[in-house]
């Protein structure tokens, strides 16, 4: 692939050679950018479309502002390939999102200028305005400036944020990202709110009016604020939401025309005194037709190929567990009217699109809003439907204590669909599923199952729909299935109650879920050495199958436990339960095997559970260490 010249890019070893270039070298500089990150991105695949709209933001911020003393802090941060790129890492840009190479994503570990780590939404105000204390109360750090997106400004942490920074009147700048999409559009009031702040106005127009509000500049910042406004809202006498809050609304603005960008962060870089909310328009996916023309605006994509566009996406061998989870819940509800499903600004990543194009009314997009998801889907449940939601792993950490006070200490029937548990690779540690088996499998009365293979998965489903005693939870990876036969329909499980898989006489391998595979793998290497092994699917964490563990403890040498989660989960419940009833008094030989007690960087989700010794081999040699031959243990572990 030839790469286009970059000759201003190339001058750029950081933001300090930003300083003295001129408007027109700026622009130059954009494209420059632009057209790197379309070239590293086609190689490494990625977030393009979040990136592509922020290059000319990111290039007047660095330019105006003195970072890394002021502190840029980017919401999610799956718009920082600009950032990374003008910040000194440009060389590694090629390494982005791969084992030992950039993350996706800010990462203070990574570079001075990632002020703060993200992956997340919606935490970028609350960081800014901490840093903005810190400056306050004499901490050496400059200004703090907060980049939010359109759909991370739903969520409630950012109006707790805004809230708070109104309240404390100290000078803070957030940058409103409002490209009018989230992955799928926006859902909700606030992003009508900020369309109505320039429906009006079309953008074309957008420059007239920023011109117009350079006319008044250099007159007072809030003056021109409330011009702006007025010009665009209609409400001479009213404010802005953000003003009512406590800002000074500046926009909104055209974040493509480099002049306006420039023009108002330089304005408002002089003369803001309090906190000041800029609001930007920009386009996700700009500059690139195959980004701009996707549904999703190019959010998230493979390698692909510049010219055409075409993402190499690889054939898969099964479906995945996300397609086979939409397909089914599908069917059961086309057999029930009252289940519904929730996603938190997901309908794709989630399947639940498959559903809301046969019942569009019965899936509902809450924006991101994990916690709002988890009580909506309560008062659901409390009213007589069957609320599906469905959440990742690692987002569902967010609704923690409405999971805790909502739902279970309720008994709601609400089914918790956790889609990416486990280890996700490139998305890295922010993204990993590594929690939800610990967190929830603590709670009283709490059912928590996972699926051992995409089959299981249908089962799941079908035991959800029919459970209507309390909460319920199954969780499942991101990625393909293992390809086993499927059911026509789901069978509903037995709760509480676990599988033999295979049937063996010396050692026990019990998985949660995912591991299923690689239990059987190492039993196979195993057996080759002439060690006989049982293998058993708990499908259950809670309650889990005490039956089947006292077998597997009174038929068996040695038991291993092995899931795809943190410390804490699975294995620990099998203990407490074994110590509880004595059963360790006079010792047993068992293992837990459960992701370690760190955070694994982005790698593949392979290299990721060989850094973490959970790959088949790592299964087969904790059974030899557990038997007491550990001298008999396998070569270098293999993924
Ligand atoms: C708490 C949380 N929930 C869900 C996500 C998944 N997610 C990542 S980016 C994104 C959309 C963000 O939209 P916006 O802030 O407008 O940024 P844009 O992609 O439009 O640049 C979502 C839903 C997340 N990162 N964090
Ligand atoms: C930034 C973010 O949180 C999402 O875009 C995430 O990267 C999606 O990952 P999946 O590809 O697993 O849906
Ligand atoms: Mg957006």
């Keep these: ?63 105006v502002f003195n970072t ?47 002020a703060f780590g ?20 004499g901490q050496p750090t400059g200004d703090a400036i907060a980049v939010i ?71 007072p910042i809030r003056e021109g604020a409330r011009r702006a406004r007025q010009l665009v809202t209609g409400f001479p006498g009213g404010g802005t939401l953000f003003e009512e809050l406590g800002f000074d609304y500046i926009g909104p603005i055209d974040g493509h025309d480099m002049g306006q960008l420039l023009t108002v962060l330089r304005a ?31 959010h998230g994509v493979a390698k692909f190929d510049v010219a055409s566009g075409a993402q190499a996406k690889s054939q898969p061998n099964a479906p995945s567990y996300t397609s086979v989870f939409g397909k089914t819940l599908t069917a059961e509800a086309a057999r029930d009217p009252r289940i519904v499903a929730i996603t938190a600004a997901m309908p794709s990543g989630t399947g639940l699109d498959i559903l809301q194009g046969r019942f569009p009314q019965r899936v509902f997009d809450v924006g991101i809003a994990e916690q709002h998801a988890v009580t909506f889907a309560g008062g659901m449940a409390a009213a007589g439907l069957r609320p599906f939601c469905a959440i990742y792993s690692t987002f569902l950490q967010r609704g923690y204590d409405q999971i805790v006070h909502d739902v279970v200490l309720q008994k709601l029937p609400v089914r918790f669909c956790i889609d990416r548990a486990g280890l996700v690779g490139a998305d890295g540690s922010t993204h990993a599923g590594a929690f939800d088996v610990a967190f929830l499998s603590n709670l009283p009365g709490m059912v928590v199952m996972a699926a051992g293979d995409e089959a299981e998965l249908v089962n799941m489903i079908a035991t959800s729909a029919a459970y209507d005693e309390g909460p319920i939870a199954f969780r499942y990876p991101r990625g393909e299935g293992v390809g086993v036969e499927m059911p026509e329909r789901g069978r509903i499980l037995e709760i509480g109650k676990g599988r033999i898989v295979k049937e063996g006489t010396k050692l026990a391998l019990l998985s949660l879920g995912a591991p299923l595979a690689d239990c059987l793998k190492a039993a196979e290497e195993l057996e080759a050495r002439g060690i006989s092994v049982t293998v058993a699917d708990a499908r259950f964490a809670k309650p889990f199958d005490t039956d089947l563990v006292a077998r597997l403890v009174n038929e068996h040498e040695a038991l ?8 804490g989960g699975f294995g620990a419940m099998v203990l407490h339960w074994l110590a509880r ?23 593949s989700p392979d290299a990721m559970y060989a850094e973490a010794g959970l790959t088949a081999r790592d299964i087969a040699n904790t059974g030899l260490e557990a038997l007491g031959i550990a001298a008999a243990r396998f070569g270098a572990a293999t993924a």
């Design 149 to 219: 997106g359109d759909g991370s400004i739903s969520a409630g942490m950012a109006y707790e944020a805004l809230n708070h920074a109104g309240h404390l009147k100290s000078r803070l700048f957030v940058i409103l990202n409002d490209n009018e999409m989230s992955i799928a559009p926006p859902v909700g009031a606030m992003s009508k709110y900020l369309s109505g702040l320039y429906a009006d106005t079309p953008l074309g127009k957008l420059k007239d009016m920023a011109e117009d509000f350079e006319a008044v500049l250099p007159g």
């Design 68 to 114: 890394p003393f002021d502190k840029l802090v980017w919401d999610v941060s799956h718009q920082c390939y600009p950032h990374k790129i003008l910040t000194g890492r440009r060389d590694r840009m090629l390494t982005l999102r791969q084992g030992g190479g950039l993350a996706g994503f800010c990462k203070r570990s990574e570079s001075d200028y990632d």
């Design 560 to 567: 291993v436990t092995v899931e795809h989660g943190a410390e």
């Design 581 to 603: 009833t004595g059963r360790l008094d006079r010792g047993l030989a068992i293992r837990t095997m459960t992701l370690p007690d760190k955070f694994i960087e982005q790698a």
């Design 118 to 137: 993200a992956g997340h939404s919606s935490t970028s105000i609350s960081a800014a305005l901490g840093f903005a204390m810190g400056r306050e109360m």
């Design 1 to 63: 692939m030839t790469k286009p010249p970059t000759p201003m890019l190339d001058r750029v070893a950081g933001p300090a050679d930003l300083k003295g270039m001129s408007q027109a070298d700026l622009i130059h500089l954009a494209r420059d950018v632009r057209q790197e990150v379309i070239s590293v991105v086609a190689q490494t695949g990625g977030h393009l479309g979040s990136s592509l709209g922020v290059v000319e933001l990111t290039v007047a911020l660095h330019a």
């Design 268 to 298: 408002a870089r002089a003369r803001a005194s309090g906190p000041t909310l800029i609001h930007v328009c920009t386009v996700k996916g700009k500059g690139y037709k195959p980004a701009e023309t996707s549904a999703d605006r190019g």
